[in-house]
């Protein structure tokens, strides 16, 4: 009950402030995605270990941003302000990452984390993770997304040399994550369907990867629905809004 507590309290510590439901929710959601792909356990303690990490690095309280703008003077110390604050943000979302380990000393993406030798250590005993081939496929991932973010033309970054590391690190952040939340549906996918129907890989013109297949017969399922089952479907199971 203590450790529920505790978890509880972490996760809305890091919950953003203002009322932002939309990003609640959305923080709800993708905990529970990945609660499905690797347990509610393995991601209690991620999220714990988040929560340390962003208070071992944001301690350090950020400087006052000025709203005046009675003249140019203040409109340029605004300015100032905002660079500042935001190179602070930028060096301790970093500081995280590397709590996390999962950019290097030198605030590279880190081969080794990503490693399929690491990730497979670490996701063994999850429900995805448990397979080779899921671990492989996320392997994969890190690699596209890092040729991604350095191929990433210069001109498109931030004019600002101190950043464009860090605005790299967030390309292949951003890839990364939406990847990783696509194989944890592939990943659902096949799990419902093969409790539904059993082994249905053997149906021809499927994709030889079977959480590509899973996809695939899901998609086609439900375009092959009636208008009047979506309805039903989405009644059920998608957004509801007023």
């Excluded at 529920?4 to 309290?9: A, E, N, P």
């Excluded at 931030?158 to 696509?182: A, L």
């Excluded at 990867?209 to 899901?218: S, T």
Aim: glycine share 4%.
């Amino acid at each position: 009950m203590l450790s529920l507590t505790i978890f509880i309290v972490c996760f809305l510590m890091a919950a953003p402030a203002h009322g932002d439901e939309y990003k609640i929710q959305e923080k709800i959601n993708r905990f529970n995605l990945l609660a499905r792909c690797f347990g509610e356990d393995f991601m209690r303690e991620f999220a714990i270990k988040v929560e340390k990490a962003i208070q071992h690095c944001y301690d350090t309280p950020g400087p006052v941003i000025r709203r005046k703008r009675s003249s140019l003077g203040d409109i340029m110390q605004q300015v100032d302000d905002f660079k500042v604050a935001e190179d602070i943000e930028f060096s301790n979302l970093t500081c995280v990452l590397k709590q996390m380990q999962t950019v290097d000393s030198d605030a590279r993406i880190s081969q080794a984390f990503f490693s399929f030798e690491n990730l497979y250590g670490w996701l063994k005993n999850t429900p995805a993770g448990s397979d080779p081939a899921w671990v492989h496929k996320l392997v994969d991932v890190s690699k596209d997304c890092d040729a991604l973010s350095k191929g990433w033309p210069d001109h498109l970054l931030y004019k600002q040399p101190i950043s464009n590391n860090f605005r790299r690190n967030m390309i292949f952040f951003n890839c990364f994550y939406k990847m990783e939340d696509t194989l944890c549906t592939q990943f659902q996918m096949l799990q419902w369907l093969e409790y539904a129907y059993g082994d249905f890989t053997g149906i021809p013109g499927l994709p030889e990867d079977k959480y590509e297949a899973a996809e695939v017969v899901y998609k086609a399922m439900y375009a092959a629905s009636t208008p009047e089952a979506r309805l039903a479907d989405d009644f059920f199971w998608q957004k509801h809004h007023l």
